[in-house]
């Protein structure tokens, strides 16, 4: 049974700096994984997708990378804004592509 | 471009009470279709997804219920709402076939009294 532990479950951090989001899974046959945005209450922005056979997206100052072997993929935040404050999720959807599990999310609050 | 709605944005119901939640897309065609409930200080669960029009599979066991009558819409239902069913639930849509980017709704937050 596929699980998405993400760490940490909070972070605050000054603006400007770059930080790093980690995500961890247990079954390393998954189909892709996504990485969404979520401001409170509200629904989730897609932000990354990385299908099983790439390594990294990238998508302005976002990176996330993909280690199946390890079961890790990481989110780089690159000179963070308070815009930037939301919670911060990932999914990992497994090989049948359907069922897609999501961590418990990371908290970012970016400080002016 | 397309588009994915939900109604109603919020919902105060008794408990015992029926539910209908609706979510609809545009701009699409043959979707795959999925319904998630966020609880308090938890991740998302996925509860069903269609991969067409009268095809459901269920994740989750539970008081609940889904219906795809159209292409385009999604229906969650329950006959007798519980305490436990509270939480905000959301819609989201692939482009079919398996493995895609999803693309959430505004979602419906549920508080059962």
């Known amino acids: 049974k596929q699980e998405v532990t993400q760490i940490p479950a909070a972070l605050s951090v000054p603006e400007g700096e770059n930080l790093v989001l980690n995500c961890s899974f247990t079954d390393s046959a998954i189909y892709n994984l996504q990485w969404f945005r979520q401001d409170p209450g509200k629904g989730l922005t897609s932000l990354l997708l990385?299908?099983?056979?790439?390594r990294e997206q990238t998508s302005g100052r976002l990176n996330a990378s993909l280690d199946k072997s390890s079961g890790r993929s990481t989110l780089y935040i690159a000179a963070s804004q308070p815009g930037d404050s939301a919670t911060y999720l990932c999914a990992a959807t497994n090989t049948g592509g359907f069922k897609t599990i999501f961590g418990a999310g990371t908290r970012l609050f970016v400080k002016a | 471009s397309q588009t994915i709605h939900q109604w109603p944005a919020t919902l105060v119901q008794p408990v015992g009470s029926p539910l209908s939640l609706e979510c609809t897309v545009e701009?699409?065609?043959?979707?795959?279709l999925y319904w998630y409930r966020q609880a308090a200080g938890r991740g998302l669960q996925l509860l069903f997804y269609?991969?067409?029009?009268?095809?459901i599979s269920s994740e989750v066991p539970q008081n609940l219920s889904a219906s795809r009558p159209q292409d385009r819409q999604f229906i969650l239902s329950s006959k007798k709402l519980l305490l436990s069913d509270s939480g905000f639930y959301l819609c989201?849509?692939?482009?079919?076939?398996?493995?895609?980017?999803?693309?959430f709704g505004p979602g419906t937050r549920l508080t059962v009294t």
């Open positions: 701009g699409t065609s043959n979707p795959n």
């Open positions: 989201a849509w692939d482009r079919g076939g398996a493995g895609n980017e999803q693309y």
């Open positions: 990385i299908q099983s056979s790439q």
């Open positions: 269609s991969v067409g029009i009268g095809q």
